[in-house]
């Protein structure tokens, strides 16, 4: 049994009762319509946003509806914003499969990316909570800015840590951070407790997305479903790389941004932007940053009581550092 699934464990019933709610949201008489979401649910991924909702509503009460709705409607919200996603970095896969662009073309993915986003908005006003309702309303937002950013920073030859980490917290983060804040609203008024465990899914997801961008590094297309070295080939300068060029020295570092800000590279070029990473310590550094965080979210709980739905918490943390997928 993975970690994963030990961690679910703690949740098993709350977990199945959810997914059956999920894919109900998902039918639909638009034959085209239902074709895709179809498709989508095909590879739906491992679920995490909504397994932490719904166990930081058990650290602190019990699932209720409010909960099942709203961790039903980050994930659909989390679904469409893959698919707008994967318009706007023209990819071709997604999950290891074919992206919904690549298939049904911009239009239809645009119409089915809206689609979604607008029945999680309806999915998140049967929670009843307006506090839980504007959490997801903000994530859009949220997304978009930090989308927004990375796409305007791309062009800069500045390489700062402190940017880095706020595009993280707006494109990953926040997602981790407002399922942590809907379970644990919807069954508790411990302004606290809810503000752990809110920090705790922040921390979770900068720990998620370095995890992530490491791969970009290490992996095989194979292992993680994507092209390795595709945020270079798209010219974007995640953890491992902004180290390794703030440590090296300014003709070395000005001659590997010149080799990132090329609009098209070689395989061969790739290699070189990713052995230059290697080299120069960027992956070690991710992971000691890791660690840190890791440490960090940990005492982030210390008010949380012990139980089964923390421990899988923590235990969700860990493996997302040392996960190969």
Known sequence: MS?????????????????????CYFESDNELLSAVNKYILQKRGKQIRPIMALLAAKCVGDVNDSCYNGATAIEMLHTASL?????????????????????????????????????????????????IIKSICSVGKELTDGELIQLYNSQNRTFDENVYYNIIKKKTSVLFSTACFIGAKSVCDDAKKIDALVNFGTIFGICFQIRDDVFDYLSTQKEIGKPVGN?????KATLPLIHALNLSSEEKREKMIDLLKKKEKTDEEVEQLINFTVDNGGIDYAANKMKEFEQEGIKALDIIPDSDAKNALLMLLNYTIIRNY
């Open 231 to 235: 945020d270079i080939r798209e010219c």
């Open 83 to 131: 698919i707008h996603d994967d318009i706007v970095d023209e990819a071709d896969s997604r999950r290891g499969q074919k992206s919904v662009n690549n298939i049904w073309q911009n239009k239809v993915a645009v119409l089915v990316g809206d689609y979604l986003l607008s029945q999680a908005l309806n999915v998140a006003s049967k929670t009843n909570s307006l506090e």
């Open 3 to 23: 970690t994963l699934d030990t961690a679910k464990k703690a949740i098993e019933n709350e977990y199945k009762l959810f997914s059956e709610k999920f894919e």
